[in-house]
């Protein structure tokens, strides 16, 4: 070996360490990067589940125990006061589902929750397209439909109770016109359809805030793309501005047909139920079991809730395995 050599051998040993050790800081400085970002998101989980806490607090209290005492209290006797007399195991479930009428109060349930956000997602579509459009006191026409929003159910009610009423407003308007009166709240041919519509209008300025919204957020420049390629005004809104405001509407099914689910005021304010059975609903069965007229069994009307509940999220699974596949997100 020359030492010409040997100096080649040493020159290139050493350019190696040198590279190696330039190597280094790099990797050590990785090593911390990725050792500080495990750290900080460590931190950020612990504090995420610390900001949970005071959610899961509220919900603990004001609707798991409610549902656990509701449980434990479905499965009660009940005295003559309604207190609780000893457990009997389903003895009120069995009560419940042996009783004949409550199949046609499900049934009507279902009707109604069907009809009412079938009617809502209609009325409040042609009317948001409406309002979304450009014309002289479009304002004043979004703000009258949308105040609806501010009236509570109960006032809303004794609204249409003044209407519907057998001496109401209705049947004076159908007396001038020589017609008879009709029992908007006491045929049970009218009643149902008169709390559905009800219903149906107690939420509708809600349902028109959200469609709006949603139609507003549909890209211009999608919509003037149609109409060059020919679209009709039909065309575009029912192949364009629906399928883009899918999210809102499956929101507004979901959430309608829950509230429709557990509605209660004005069936209690406008028919009691009636006639007959005309208006019940199991949310009204419930408070006839408990509070009815010589009824104080919390028993059976825990175990209706029950059965409210378990219908309710059932019905919401439903929702969300065949409407969720037809959204467009």
């Known amino acids: 070996m020359t030492h010409t050599d040997h100096n080649q051998k040493e020159g290139a040993g050493t350019l190696s360490t040198n590279q190696q050790a330039s190597a280094d800081p790099p990797a050590r400085d990785n090593r911390a990067s990725k050792k500080n970002r495990s750290s900080a998101a ?25 549902l656990v005492s509701v449980i434990i209290m479905s499965m009660q006797g009940t005295d003559l006061f309604g207190s609780p007399s000893g457990f009997i195991g389903l003895e009120n479930y069995v009560t419940v589902f042996t009783d004949p009428s409550f199949y046609s109060v499900l049934v009507r349930t279902v009707v109604y929750a069907v009809a009412v956000v079938f009617g809502r997602l209609v009325i409040g ?59 908007w709240l006491t045929d049970p041919r009218w009643a149902f359809p008169t709390i559905t519509m009800v219903t149906i209008w107690t939420g509708l300025g809600f349902t028109l805030i959200l469609l709006c919204a949603a139609i507003e957020a549909v890209d ?26 899918s999210p809102t509407l499956f929101y507004i099914a979901v959430t309608a047909c829950i509230e429709t689910l557990q509605a209660f005021a004005q069936i209690n304010i406008m028919t009691k139920g009636g006639p007959g059975q005309a208006t019940t609903t199991i949310t009204y069965n419930i408070y006839t079991a408990a509070f009815g007229a010589g009824s104080a069994n919390f028993g059976i009307a825990s175990a209706l809730g029950i059965v409210l509940f378990v219908f309710v999220f059932i019905l919401t699974l439903i929702q969300f395995k065949f409407m969720d596949k037809k959204v467009s997100y």
Request: aromatic letters at 8%; glycine letters at 10%; hydrophobic letters at 55%.
């Open 125 to 183: 579509i042609l009317l948001a397209i409406f309002l979304t459009r450009q014309f002289g006191g479009n304002k004043i026409f979004r703000t009258l439909m949308t105040s609806t929003v501010s009236v509570s159910v109960a006032a809303a009610s004794l609204g249409f109770l003044a209407i519907f009423s057998p001496t109401g407003i209705m049947n004076e308007a159908l007396g001038k016109f020589g017609l008879k009166p009709i029992g």
């Open 220 to 245: 211009p420049e999608i919509i003037e793309a149609a109409r060059l390629d020919g679209a009709n005004e039909a065309r575009i809104q029912w192949s364009m501005v629906l399928p883009l405001i």
């Open 42 to 66: 460590t931190r950020n989980r612990a504090i995420g589940a610390l900001m949970l806490v005071p959610g899961l607090g509220l919900l603990t209290i004001f609707s798991f125990i409610p």
